[in-house]
């Protein structure tokens, strides 16, 4: 039976419009805690994992394992992470929401771009949640920039990459944030410096005979490759200790994928086991495990903490990598709404939105891919739905970004992209 969701499609469509015409955003919404947590763990991959979580490793994971809900995660293809990580918010394939590689180029300038959010065709989940006047924060989101209005907050992964002192429009929603939010320096980060220093971590150069480097070169490479993330982490613990917590809160950690596709290199064979590949990338699998054990004691019990990656690894023609099959990734979830201790057989990316949606008391778009992991749910209901969010969507546009280059630069080091 279809529910009607014309009372609430009058409100979303009130609160859109006030945005899209220039209006004042929606009121400051009541709700003051966070009721769902979406951590990105970029590349985490099971085969990987569970050595590190049969060893105690991984004592926070171990315990959303144990108390709550997990399994593989069905990636897609293009199996390109800013491709999948809309796909995670939108609930839409790449063909309909646009954004289908890393890069475009411009067909008057001739010019290469970044893919930002001014290619994506469809309300993503921050606007959904906002113009049903609830507050969302998402900070290090790939294909966040340009930053949108939201009821909460945005902070961009471009704004991680600005300079001390440069001017980043569209960095964050609301603008106010950019100055807000402390500069970070990612070559004084410790955990950084140890790793390094203890060979426990390595950067690209390392691969070279006879490449040694100054322990400071080293250290600028390593942030150059890692310091996203470390900005991300700041801002995010900087937002959550002065502001009232959204309602709906999503971060993103690139460190496993970065590392993942390079430091297998460094260990005693071409084609080291999965154990190997364990100790080799354990340093950043606890750094992770850490990091959610932070924010599970920021936002308390009443949160129901959903950790997805948006694909694994496995080895393809040039070693280990994702880009040709697409390697399952993880789904873990705990809190009040999950069942305890529960295996599931196997969810998709295009899954979360929906299952979200409904965790928030919203309805599902139907043109949605995926569908409410009901079967992981401590108390199933019936879905509300209705037909599309689509009619949400407003055109955006934006000058290049100047950061857009520094992180083409990284992609290219990586060999993400040519």
Known sequence: MKLSTAPLLGAVTLAWVSLSCGGPPPAEPRDTQTKVLLLGLDGASWNVMRPMLDRGALPNLARVVEQGVSGPMASDLPCLSIV?????????????????????????????????????????????????????????????????????YIVSEQFMRRKPGERLDGGTFPAVLAGELATVEPTK????????????????????????????????????????????????????????????????????????????????????????????????????DELLGRLLETLGPQANVVILSDHGFAWESEGLGHEESAPDGIFLAMGPAFRPGEELERASLYDVTPTVLHLLGLPVGRDMVGKVLDFALSEPREPRFVDSYDFLQTSRTGSPSPVQERILRELEALGYVP
């Open 84 to 152: 999948l990580w809309t796909s995670v918010v939108t609930g839409k394939t790449p063909a309909e929401h646009g954004i289908r590689d890393w890069s475009y180029v411009d067909p008057e300038s001739g010019e290469k771009g970044l893919m930002d959010s001014t290619k994506r065709r469809v309300p993503a989940l921050w606007n959904i949640v906002n113009a049903a006047r609830r507050a969302s924060g998402f900070v290090n989101w790939w294909a966040s920039w340009p930053a949108e209005s939201v009821g909460g």
């Open 189 to 288: 980060w410790p955990w950084l410096s140890e790793q390094l220093a203890s060979g426990a971590l390595h950067v690209l150069s390392d691969r070279v005979e006879g490449g040694a480097q100054s322990f400071e070169e080293r250290l600028r490479q390593a942030a150059f490759l890692y310091g996203q993330d470390y900005r991300g982490e700041e801002a995010l613990f900087q937002l959550l200790s002065t502001r009232p917590h959204p309602l709906v809160l999503g971060y993103l950690s690139r460190k496993i994928d970065i590392a993942s596709h390079y430091m297998w290199q460094f260990g005693d064979s071409e084609r080291p086991s999965d154990e190997a590949l364990s100790r080799l990338l354990e340093p950043v699998y606890r750094y992770e």
